[in-house]
């Protein structure tokens, strides 16, 4: 290592590149489609890197592009891996542009990719990162989660597809002012040679992601008559590989345009030879894109006609994915303190609010700085002060299984037992096997002259490896069903819940989190004394509550 260098990941690779003419597009700006090959360079070396073997990109999470990047400046990517699974990783990715002259940076943008190590003769088992700064901690352990939302994307997009009520505006358009899709379809066909190919033949995923986005750049164009920017990519994977020698048939079309933004659909598949029948699909990819004026705001765009049959289809598909990206992106990519305390439940934000429930959580658990405050009868209380937020977090070691722990736990509708604070929980929605929604009423807290009521969404998670926790995982949501009443005062929680990490054969190390709403904190700061107690109070009841039941899980906890 260099002198004055800190740590360093040894996955991590950097790259730095020039923008030069020849990488730009019409307006002096680095192409999207040329910075997608540095990105996806960049991230299969990391990826190698750790593999010690070739590495192929299986899918891309989405990817929003902040600020364009001019002719002159430097383009600095830096990836590195931040889980590894069986035989696939997961890379950050992070893109910065830099001015020379004037020595300003800016972040461009931030990208998920995940790669599959192959080897020929052998199966590839990966070894597994090892975190050290908090920051790693925390991608290393939300990736678990991230991975779990990938797999469950594609079911998740139909579902919603299939049942998110979109208004019908067409016959309200003005025909005269549309543009018919049709006119803006593109197909483009591309021969795959040696410099488009990795050392096993198989073509760069970011060869293949810069030609989609020329196709649909061009279809975009054909809409508004105008040199159009990329501003996001929604999430996509790779279907199979193609190789050398293969013909790659791609085809674009605008879907739907609203006011100031449309989306593209593209679609790439290969054949191997003129006289070859049956094309393989390769990808598809969705490509949202504005047009800037020059003041760099976005124009009004015209409407958009689709054909009959699969074009109307795909018109409406397309204002159901607007709704379904907008959510996904408030949700997934919100910073913890920007995120209201109860947010809207509804079948479009389901996966995502799950997913941002156990993610709060276990970035809170990675959290370095915790302050250990007082420890009575082995039970230990930290703090944890950032911003306006006041955390704490409660550990003990029980005698009984951690999985024993977690099933006991998991199960709001027990928690009245053991945790007086829990005056009655009714349960209100059983969203899947692993999430469903409580609405508990508490009794009166401090002066209050009302009991305070909450809904709360839990979520479980059983463990992705060896050393992971079992994650119990609460937070305020918002029904129409439940709304605020005169009787009770409405609670929210932000970010709460349990993690069981197994220490032995019946020995189970038990944490309880919370993150203090600003209202709740008002309250903590002055019963400090008395609010320690009764944290020590309840959580020697949940001990005894775990010892009383170990051996009498409810057979509907069983099947987990």
Not at 154 to 163: F, G, P, S, V
Not at 240 to 266: C, T, W, Y
Request: aromatic share 8%; with cysteine.
């Amino acid at each position: 290592m260099a002198d004055g260098e800190g740590y360093r990941s040894p996955t991590e690779v950097q790259m730095s590149q020039m923008v030069l003419p020849c990488h730009t597009n019409q307006r002096g700006e680095l192409s999207v489609g040329q910075l997608l090959k540095w990105i996806d360079t960049t991230a299969c070396l990391s990826a190698e890197r750790h593999a010690g073997c070739p590495c192929v990109t299986a899918s891309m999470d989405d990817i929003y592009f902040e600020h364009t990047i001019s002719v002159g400046q430097v383009v600095n990517i830096k990836a590195k891996v931040n889980r590894a699974f069986n035989s696939s990783m997961e890379v950050g990715i992070q893109v910065a542009s830099e001015d020379l002259c004037s020595e300003k940076q800016w972040s461009v943008c931030k990208a998920l990719a995940t790669f599959v190590a192959h080897r020929e003769l052998s199966r590839v088992k990966l070894k597994q990162t090892t975190p050290q700064t908090e920051e790693e901690k925390m991608e290393h352990s939300v990736a678990a989660e991230r991975r779990r939302m990938r797999l469950l994307y594609a079911d998740t997009i139909k579902d919603l597809l299939a049942n998110c009520a979109i208004q019908d505006d067409l016959e309200s358009r003005d025909c005269s002012c549309m543009v018919p899709a049709e006119k803006t379809r593109v197909e483009s066909v591309e021969l795959v040679l040696p410099p488009h190919a990795n050392h096993q033949g198989n073509t760069f995923g970011g060869q293949i992601m810069a030609w989609m986005e020329n196709v649909a750049t061009i279809a975009a164009s054909r809409l508004c008559r105008a040199h159009p920017t990329l501003k996001a990519i929604e999430m996509f994977h790779f279907r199979g590989p193609s190789q050398v020698g293969d013909r790659l048939v791609l085809k674009a079309i605008v879907n739907n345009a609203f006011k100031h933004s449309m989306e593209v659909g593209v679609c790439v598949e290969a054949y191997r030879q003129e006289a070859e029948t049956h094309q393989r699909h390769i990808n598809s990819a969705f490509m949202t894109f504005v047009v800037l004026d020059a003041d760099e705001q976005p124009r009004t765009l015209p409407w958009v006609r689709p054909q009959p049959g699969d074009g109307e289809r795909r018109y409406r598909e397309a204002s159901a994915r607007k709704k379904i990206r907008l959510d996904r992106k408030y949700i997934v990519s919100c910073k913890q303190a920007e995120m209201p305390l109860s947010v809207p439940w509804d079948p479009s934000n389901q996966v995502y609010l799950s997913y941002n429930n156990v993610s709060s959580l276990k970035m809170l658990v990675a959290k370095d700085n915790w302050v250990l405050s007082s420890e009575v009868n082995q039970v230990r209380l930290y703090t944890l002060e950032e911003d306006k937020f006041l955390s704490f977090h409660m550990e003990m070691s029980v005698h009984v299984d951690a999985t024993q722990a977690f099933l006991l736990l998991s199960d709001l509708l027990r928690r009245p037992e053991w945790d007086k604070h829990y005056r009655s929980v009714e349960l209100v929605q059983q969203v899947d096997e692993d999430d469903a929604i409580y609405h508990v009423i508490s009794p009166v807290l401090g002066g209050d002259a009302k009991p305070q009521d909450f809904v709360i969404l839990a979520s479980r998670r059983k463990p992705c490896d060896n050393g992971d926790p079992y994650v119990i995982a609460m937070r305020s949501v918002t029904l129409p069903t439940h709304p605020e009443t005169p009787a009770y005062r409405r609670g929210e929680t932000l970010c709460s819940g349990f993690c069981f990490w197994r220490e032995g054969d019946q020995l189970t190390k038990v944490s309880y989190y919370n993150q203090a709403t600003p209202g709740f904190l008002n309250y903590v700061t002055t019963n400090v004394a008395g609010l320690s107690s009764e944290f020590y109070t309840t959580f020697k009841a949940c001990e005894q509550f775990l010892l009383d039941n170990r051996n009498d899980l409810a057979p509907s906890l069983q099947t987990l």
